[in-house]
């Protein structure tokens, strides 16, 4: 990821305060996120699922499948966020797949950290 990083550098961060609401369940996804700095907590139905901090990514389901949001995402921390809309998001995953991997381990990860908290 740290490579795609530096390839993607050139783009302005978004900066997102404490408490800021970067996504809403339900929305339409336009973007994922890559957190540069500071910590996002994602919750689902108002309860807390998971806190994700640098170098993790969240909000990438929906570009996926083009669903709406399954969960809310606050800023937990003063934010440092790169965003990823479709478009760019799909040319990553046909023409890296270290980028492809990386979202496949991020989402077999989370599903395998749900099944197991909440069966």
């Known amino acids: 990821m740290s490579a795609l990083l530096s390839e993607l ?3 302005t961060p978004l ?5 800021k609401t970067i996504m809403s369940e339900g ?3 336009v973007f994922m996120y890559v ?5 996002v907590a994602i919750s689902i139905k108002g309860k807390a699922v998971e806190k994700v901090g640098e170098g993790g990514v969240f909000g990438e389901m929906a570009l996926v499948d083009k669903s ?3 969960a809310t995402a ?3 921390s003063d934010c440092s966020l790169l965003t990823i809309n479709r478009t760019d998001f799909l040319a990553l995953v046909k023409t890296r797949p270290d980028f492809a991997m990386s979202i496949l381990r991020a989402l077999a990860d ?3 950290f749900l099944t197991s ?3």
């Open 35 to 39: 957190v540069l700095e500071g910590t």
């Open 9 to 11: 550098g050139d783009r």
């Open 117 to 119: 908290r909440y069966g």
């Open 110 to 112: 989370r599903l395998r």
């Open 74 to 76: 606050v800023a937990e």
């Open 68 to 70: 709406p949001r399954m």
């Open 27 to 29: 929305e339409a996804g």
């Open 15 to 19: 900066y997102a305060p404490r408490r």
